[in-house]
């Protein structure tokens, strides 16, 4: 079996580069070769996962955070190429919910050695320009996005509380923005969304930052994509809504609308969208799914 293992460049800790290592060793020890992939940006990245697989390699580990995770989906998109991956990033929403423990490089490892296969939804976002991006978690636009350019720009705290602090500190700057949506339902009919709102949140999966289910209900198997839209509300009021939303339990909300959607086009000002906790281009935006184009091994 030949299996290449990314790793993420820029999770220089001890701790994060000992979990890779143990991981490529465990997997050695089964009689498992290893390569080791290391990129200096995500295109060099995503290049060194797509030369893995036309040289044969039977799946790929990526040790590293959903952003990661992302650029390593992207290539083995409709490949069938399984994806494992090693959860050692600030956010591993996507490692999270297939059912992997944070920095657990033996259990990794068994789920390559097992080789437990499934498929699951990507979502695709296609930009202005025509260029198109691909994610696996949730894709964020408004309050939520602007959390995540904070937490992506902070050194300290480490790990999901990073995200609670940029949390904190973008919601005393919180105000609505004019969004137009265009809502793509499964059926086949559109609706049109046009109001102030604090945020909209696209999930293929349930939530993002670490562990926040913000799409509570989304699941990676269905072909459609959760929304999550926030009306503006008074401080107070919002700053109540929060505990709900760390318990997935904000959608009975009156300022909460949450429906599920194949696609939808997202119109705002001066807005940029973030997947899988990274920048992927200012609105508009449209953004749908592609079932089952990702194949992943499961623990």
């Known amino acids: 079996m030949d ?4 790793v993420n460049p820029a999770a220089r800790s001890g701790a994060r580069s000992a979990a890779a290592l143990r991981c490529a ?5 089964h009689g498992v070769r290893t390569t080791v992939l290391a990129g200096g940006s995500p295109s ?5 996962v797509r030369r893995a697989v036309d040289a044969g390699a039977d799946a790929v580990v990526v040790a590293g955070g959903d952003g990661t995770v992302r650029i390593a989906a992207e290539a083995l998109a409709h490949t069938g190429v399984p994806l494992a991956p090693l959860a050692i ?3 591993n929403d996507l490692a999270t919910s297939l059912g992997y423990r944070e920095r657990d490089a033996e259990g990794t490892a068994r ?17 202005a320009d025509g260029s198109v991006a691909l994610f696996t978690t949730v894709l964020a636009s408004g309050f939520d996005a602007k959390v995540n350019d904070r937490a992506n720009r902070m ?6 509380s990073r995200y609670t602090v940029a949390l904190l500190i973008e919601f005393a700057r919180l105000r609505g923005q004019r969004f137009h949506l265009t809502l793509e339902h499964a059926d086949g009919s559109e609706e049109h969304v046009d109001r102030d709102l604090i945020m909209a949140a696209l999930g293929n999966g349930p939530s993002y930052g670490g562990g926040i289910p913000i799409c509570p209900d989304a699941s990676q198997e269905d072909g459609l994509l959760d929304l999550t839209l926030v009306r503006p509300a008074g401080r107070p009021r919002l700053l109540r809504l929060l505990p709900r939303v760390y318990r997935g339990t904000h959608g009975t909300l009156p300022e909460v609308s949450m429906c599920r ?10 807005i940029t969208a973030y997947a899988d906790g990274d920048p992927v281009g200012p609105l508009p ?6 079932p089952g184009a990702l194949t992943v091994l499961t623990p």
């Open 155 to 160: 050194r300290f705290p480490r790990g999901r």
């Open 285 to 290: 935006l449209r953004v749908d799914v592609l």
């Open 89 to 91: 990033g600030t956010g």
């Open 111 to 127: 789920a390559v050695l097992g080789s437990a296969v499934k498929t699951i939804d990507l979502g695709r976002i296609q930009r």
């Open 25 to 29: 060793e465990h997997l050695h020890a």
């Open 3 to 6: 299996v290449a293992l990314l």
């Open 44 to 48: 060099e990245s995503a290049d060194l």
């Open 261 to 270: 959607v194949r696609a939808v086009r997202m119109e705002a000002a001066d």
